[in-house]
Antibody, heavy 123, light 107 residues
Framework: QVQLQESGPGLVKPSQTLSLTCTVSGGSISSGSYYWSWIRQPAGKGLEWIGRIYTSGSTNYNPSLKSRVTISVDTSKNQFSLKLSSVTAADTAVYYC???????????????WGQGTLVTVSS | DIQMTQSPSSLSASVGDRVTITCRASQSISSYLNWYQQKPGKAPKLLIYAASSLQSGVPSRFSGSGSGTDFTLTISSLQPEDFATYYCQQSYSTLDTFGQGTKLEIK
């Protein structure tokens, strides 16, 4: 079964760029009708969708983050990545990657999720 | 943006109770509604997709219903492992949004 694992620095300085990678195992990132997504959760708070990518490279981003976010995919490594620029303390959160299952009529849901990785923005 | 509002925000219940959590969308989303369970320190887990379809491996005591703007997640008989936070999520628009969560606690 497909599993996802986030990796990247746990500490980022303010104004710098947060970079995370999600490695997909147990299946090809290119197979099936899937998007690949990033979601974050500040401590004690709810879930915020960041964006998604299709293996063709097509992306959608949360408008609230769009000016700072780039999601990319590397099919040769079975990975997709997140870059968030100009970070502040408000970007401190657990970041999750997830597969987006898409069915006819464009219904979709997140399954499975990675275990999540905490990124702290601090000097 | 489509706003998702869950009620209640927290709920105390006992093992064996029947529990219902409500999710309301700010506009009609047909059946583009999913439910997740999150335990402390863990990633969310898909329970229900497309408003009423049970994800494989999820116990049948979980069920979902609704369409349009009003949806419910029902747990027919609470088990100790069900105490967690539950989130609804809409996929009707290209901007996916989640409810604020409902924390289910032991009474």
């Amino acid at each position: 079964q497909v599993q996802l694992q986030e990796s990247g620095p746990g500490l980022v300085k303010p104004s710098q760029t947060l970079s995370l990678t999600c490695t997909v195992s147990g299946g090809s990132i290119s197979s099936g009708s899937y998007y690949w997504s990033w979601i974050r959760q500040p401590a004690g708070k709810g879930l915020e969708w960041i964006g998604r990518i299709y293996t063709s490279g097509s992306t959608n981003y949360n408008p609230s983050l769009k000016s700072r976010v780039t999601i990319s995919v590397d099919t040769s490594k079975n990975q997709f990545s997140l870059k968030l620029s100009s970070v502040t303390a408000a970007d401190t959160a657990v970041y999750y990657c997830a597969r987006v299952v898409v069915v006819p009529a464009a219904m979709s849901w997140f399954d499975p999720w990675g275990q999540g990785t905490l990124v702290t923005v601090s000097s | 943006d489509i706003q998702m509002t869950q009620s209640p925000s927290s709920l105390s219940a006992s093992v064996g109770d029947r529990v219902t959590i409500t999710c309301r969308a700010s506009q009609s989303i047909s059946s583009y509604l999913n439910w997740y369970q999150q335990k402390p320190g863990k990633a969310p887990k898909l329970l229900i997709y497309a408003a009423s379809s049970l994800q494989s491996g999820v116990p049948s005591r979980f069920s979902g219903s609704g369409s349009g703007t009003d949806f419910t997640l029902t747990i027919s008989s609470l088990q100790p492992e069900d105490f967690a936070t539950y989130y609804c999520q809409q996929s009707y628009s290209t901007l996916d949004t989640f409810g604020q969560g409902t924390k289910l606690e032991i009474k």
